[in-house]
DNA sequence: TAACAAACAGACTGTACGTTCTGTTTTATT
DNA sequence: AATAAAACAGAACGTACAGTCTGTTTGTTA
């Protein structure tokens, strides 16, 4: 772990050590003259990491600007450089979090055929929605309550995604020779929200596998309402 | 002694010391002396209340113990001799809304053939867990993460729910001539979840209709799962 | 190179929060 | 009645938080 334990009084014993002739700890005999641009995503990136473990890991009231900053490893002074108010962070993690999410699921969606994938989809969904990200993401979704600002921002993006993922899911339907049911959406919905609500539940009890029986129940139902996507299934009466 | 502050002392406008031969302030006329059981009961049904508001409304960490006082008429004075700790409160609501949960199941069980009961559980689920109460819950097991004396408390709560709920469910399936599937206990827990999600969603969405929607596809995938319990449609069409 | 701007570091501050404390009113007990 | 205890009221307190400020280092540009 990490000592915090330095008094507050001056420590600063003579501590004018720059422009080391030899870089000690950093990236060994290489002079770097890092970018600015690389500097600033690289804060921002551990920033926005150090967020989601703390919201994952303590909940929303509990992740304060301090623990964040001291889990990312970067001062405070850096951290309200590129993030001036707690805000704009919890921003920048929604953001970073549906782009990071997008590319999972275009990625599975390019490695696997179509049926296949649409089979997958539960547990795809479960790997995505249940990782530290995506309970980061409800409980900033929790939280925007009582912000306007962070609901408002919360709620475009989230129609963005809402539209595009079912679009993305009809199509795959289509390719695999499928139409989609009239309640689809519906059906979408419920199944990300009983996802969530599985990882909600995962969060403070420790039985992974009955969560994972309840996603594999999912898929089976998805086989169901979707018969030609069943695992077994080529001719029937 | 600790009269050094009178600054804006408009309602006090004199001395104390009176004794007043006539209650001037006092409720309008009949004041019945009320038992104080019951003055504790009703200042501690009123916290418990605007508690449970508070957290449906702006979320945990918008839920400060002066909100809650203000919204249930309270003076800070009270609510701390009922509840000397936040955590106090947070605890007596959890308990609190198992106990009011436990008696709406109870009643639509009693009120209702145990096939209709079946068929209406995802509605029945629904009203229960999407009403203020329920997300007061899910805020307080969320924030529970950091503290872990309320952890281990709904933790405890929570595992006495499950074991009975899904107890109840299976007796009722067997009232009705149906036995439970061997993953039962997963269907369960994934309705439950599904809901919970779903409700989720509705708090920063207006969609009312399109939450009821999934709500009914979850209706009509427990007709799926267990055939006998669906909804007979003998001249549909 | 110099001058500037961006990135960083960390102390400082106002405030809002949960808790504690002192004092008053209401009910219970004798 | 007197006395004690419970319920209530609200000020006072310490603290931790988010936001701000001043100063330093590092990269960019003229």
Redesign the pocket.
């Known amino acids: 772990m990490k000592k915090s334990n ?1 008094p ?1 009084a ?2 600063r014993t003579s ?6 002739a030899k870089p000690l700890t950093k990236k060994p005999s290489r002079r ?9 995503a ?2 921002r990136n551990r920033l926005i990491d150090a967020a989601i473990a703390c919201l994952a890991r303590v909940g929303y009231s ?6 964040v900053a001291e889990e990312a490893e ?5 951290m ?3 993030y ?4 704009d962070l919890m921003l920048a993690v929604v953001e970073a979090v549906y782009e990071r999410d997008g590319e999972h699921y275009r990625r599975t969606v390019a490695e696997k055929s179509p049926m296949r994938w649409i089979q997958d989809l539960p547990a795809t969904m479960w790997d995505v929605i249940s990782q530290p990200s995506g309970i980061a993401v409800i409980e900033i979704m929790l939280a925007s309550r009582s912000d306007r600002e962070l609901a408002d921002k919360l709620r475009s993006v989230q129609r963005n995604i809402d539209m595009t993922a079912h679009q993305w899911i009809v199509e795959r339907l289509e390719s695999a020779g499928l139409r989609d049911r009239p309640d689809g959406e519906a059906v979408h919905r419920l199944f990300v929200a009983a996802i969530r609500g599985l990882s909600l539940e995962g969060l403070f009890r420790r039985d992974r596998a009955g969560v994972e029986k309840s996603v594999a129940v999912l898929s089976e139902i998805l086989g169901i309402l979707y018969p030609a996507t069943a695992v077994r299934s080529s001719s029937q009466s």
């Open positions: 330095e507050k001056a420590v501590p004018r050590k720059q422009v080391p770097k003259p890092k970018p600015q641009a690389q500097r600033s690289d804060t509990a992740t304060t600007v301090t623990l970067v001062s405070r002074g850096a309200t450089h590129q001036p108010a707690k805000n």
